[in-house]
């Protein structure tokens, strides 16, 4: 059984920094997409960043050069590490997991229906 716990969380000053964790379970498959998902109260949800199985990563261009996604395969665990945070980066923030199905440019789909697994998610409120 799959199962992905996001955690890291919380309400910060626009500015600051938070780092999500997702602890990923029963999930064998070699090759393979992982990202973040978010979802504001009224807006459609929005692939924020992924990475393959081969490392390669991808970010949409709102978050571009404030987050960093990564994965420690050796502790099972994906993360998102977010930097100079704005009010508009308010939303739930899913962890998810699907196969590697790319998108042009090599890099993996943000088409959210393709990633089969996800998590609860964990809010994050950023404040001005």
């Known amino acids: 059984q799959v199962q992905l716990q996001e955690s890291g969380g919380g309400s910060v000053q626009a500015g600051g920094s938070l780092k999500l964790s997702c602890a990923v379970s029963?999930?064998?498959?070699?090759?393979?997409?992982m990202g973040w998902f978010r979802q504001a109260p009224g807006k459609e949800r929005e692939g924020v960043a992924t990475?393959?199985?081969?490392?390669?990563?991808s970010y949409a261009d709102s978050v571009k050069g404030r987050f960093t996604i990564s994965q420690d395969n050796a502790k099972n665990t994906l993360y998102l590490q977010m930097n100079s945070l704005k009010p508009e980066d308010t939303a739930m923030y899913y962890c998810?997991?699907?196969?590697?199905?790319?998108?042009?440019?090599?890099?993996?789909?943000?088409?959210?229906?393709?990633?089969?697994?996800w998590g609860q998610g964990t809010q994050v409120t950023v404040s001005s």
């Open positions: 029963g999930y064998q498959y070699k090759t393979y997409c």
């Open positions: 998810v997991a699907g196969p590697r199905i790319m998108r042009s440019g090599g890099y993996c789909t943000t088409t959210s229906g393709i990633y089969n697994y």
């Open positions: 990475i393959a199985s081969d490392g390669r990563t």
